[in-house]
């Protein structure tokens, strides 16, 4: 189903300073709700929030990757990624879903969850 301007527009802002390619992968999840796009976003939104200086942490996770050990997210990071997804992926995220997520495999599979129901 094809993008309506404004809403390409509201993309765009709430990934400002995200990458091409993570803008790119919005869009396209947007138009055809292919899961498969969730990767490219969650990894541009974690690369853009992390604290870490050293964006490498991003780079190289894997599904086994901790959120704040491995990839350098703080809990002011975690609330932007939240709130992104929830305007991104038209999602509705609380708090306390958050609580017990560890890794990007269980934040992955946790906005999976979240897209299916």
Do not use: W, Y
């Not at 809403?7 to 396209?28: F, G, N, P, Y």
């Not at 990071?77 to 709130?83: A, D, L, P, R």
């Amino acid at each position: 189903m094809p993008i309506t301007e404004e809403r390409k527009q509201e993309i765009a802002k709430s990934l400002k300073h995200c990458s091409e390619a993570t803008v790119a992968a919005a869009m396209r999840f947007e138009e055809t709700r292919d899961l498969d796009e969730l990767p490219a976003i969650i990894l541009g939104v974690l690369g853009r929030d992390t604290t870490n200086p050293n964006a490498e942490g991003v780079a190289a996770a894997t599904d086994e990757s901790r959120l704040i050990e491995d990839i350098g997210m703080d809990s002011f990071g975690m609330i932007e990624v939240v709130m992104t997804a929830e305007e991104v992926l038209g999602i509705t995220v609380a708090n306390q879903e958050m609580n017990d997520i560890r890794t990007l495999g269980q934040l992955k599979a946790f906005l999976r969850t979240k897209l299916a129901a």
